[in-house]
């Protein structure tokens, strides 16, 4: 358990969790729904965890006192326009047959207060709601665990529950590469929660590193809702959907073969095909920017020079990860990301390992 300082509360709590929880980047990409339930993926997904990128989050129970009232509060100050969704999201738990009827009790008859802090700077453009619903699925699932003991604190029913808030948080519950939606090639894969990797990753993919290059610290100019429900008018979806479903058995050989070159075409191939979709949509949206081509570009030359290992992947807006092997860190960092600062908003960037979890934190 890690020590963490949240704010003092005024009051005594019946109940409390916290946890921590890293947001995560897609190597196979999650763009699409499917009908049948809520969030359910067109694609299975894979991706990595930033582990340095994380969320930390406190979550208060009181009975009895003000029934069904929530208060959010982000870095000790209050912010009420994130409540609704968070109001929502506690609905969509309590609907969810995996709901314990005391948890259901205490959403309908208690009082919640939610503390909650990135350690990430805010206003690089980073999504922090892997991390957050991530988070905050894992203190619900903690308390309900601490109800009713009978009920283990399994992370595949936190990424459930994380799914239910965003869909791409459900991966951020493992320290293992994270795999969410059925798959013929993954046992135990599933619409409704990651799971993690369990084959083979070769030691040549094994501690690979995030540099993020913030080329736009801004909002991201299309929501996630709106870019998924785009995909129910794109004439390519299908295809692109299709096209997942083999990167994503692709991938999962390169790991076990340790296929680096393989790994690099298809992490690529997969932010092109994100961007791709986006451009041939209706309304259509560049979300590149020209730092992004910039640094694409730069990296791609840097590699061809120099045989390095990195590649880049993107996100649905205009910043640009920069994966690299440990082999090859040294260089990077200090040839190539010096180069690639001129192409970002403020010189600004954040690295992160990619290999750790969720942790407990006490309250
Ligand atoms: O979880 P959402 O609904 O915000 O979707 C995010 C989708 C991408 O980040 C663009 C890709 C992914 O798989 O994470």
């Given at each position: ?123 690089t ?86 540099c993020v290059l913030i ?104 910043n640009?990860?920069m ?14 990301l010096?180069?690639l600062l001129?192409?970002c908003?403020?010189k600004q960037y954040l690295c ?12």
């Amino acid at each position: 358990m890690t020590n963490t300082v949240f704010p003092a509360l005024a009051f005594e709590p019946d109940a409390q969790a916290a946890w921590s929880c890293p947001s995560n980047i897609a190597l196979v990409k999650y763009w699409g729904k499917k009908a049948g339930a809520v969030q359910w993926p067109a694609n299975t997904s894979i991706s990595w965890a930033l582990g340095d990128l994380r969320a930390q989050t406190r979550l208060s129970y009181r009975k009895g006192i003000e029934p069904g009232s929530l208060e959010f509060f982000l870095d000790g100050k209050r912010k009420e326009s994130f409540e609704p969704k968070i109001r929502d999201f506690f609905q969509r738990v309590y609907k969810d047959d995996s709901c314990s009827t005391a948890l259901r009790e205490a959403i309908d008859g208690g009082s919640f207060r939610i503390d909650s802090s990135n350690n990430f700077p805010h206003g690089t453009g980073i999504a922090s709601s892997a991390a957050g619903f991530g988070a905050l699925a894992l203190c619900l699932a903690d308390l309900q665990q601490q109800w009713d003991t009978q009920r283990p604190l399994q992370m595949d029913l936190a990424s459930r529950w994380a799914r239910l808030g965003s869909g791409s948080a459900c991966r951020s519950l493992y320290e293992a590469p994270a795999i969410w939606g059925l798959h013929p090639d993954v046992a135990h894969s599933s619409d409704d929660y990651a799971v993690p990797h369990t084959g083979a990753v070769a030691s040549s993919l094994q501690g690979w590193k995030d540099c993020v290059l913030i080329v736009d610290a801004g909002e991201k100019s299309v929501s996630s809702t709106q870019g998924h429900a785009l995909l129910d008018s794109n004439a390519y979806a299908q295809v692109r959907f299709e096209q997942a479903q083999e990167n994503l058995g692709q991938l999962l050989v390169a790991f076990e073969k340790g296929d680096v070159e393989s790994f690099m075409e298809v992490v690529e191939s997969e932010a092109l095909q994100l961007h791709a979709m986006m451009m041939v949509s209706k309304p259509s949206f560049v979300l590149m920017r020209p730092g992004t081509l910039a640094i694409i570009e730069a990296i791609r030359a840097f590699r061809s020079e120099t045989g390095a290992q990195v590649c880049f992947t993107l996100d649905a807006g205009a910043n640009v990860h920069m994966l690299f092997s440990p082999v090859d860190e040294n260089r990077i960092v200090n040839n190539l990301l010096p180069s690639l600062l001129s192409h970002c908003q403020d010189k600004q960037y954040l690295c992160t390992a990619l290999d750790r979890g969720p942790e407990k934190l006490s309250s």
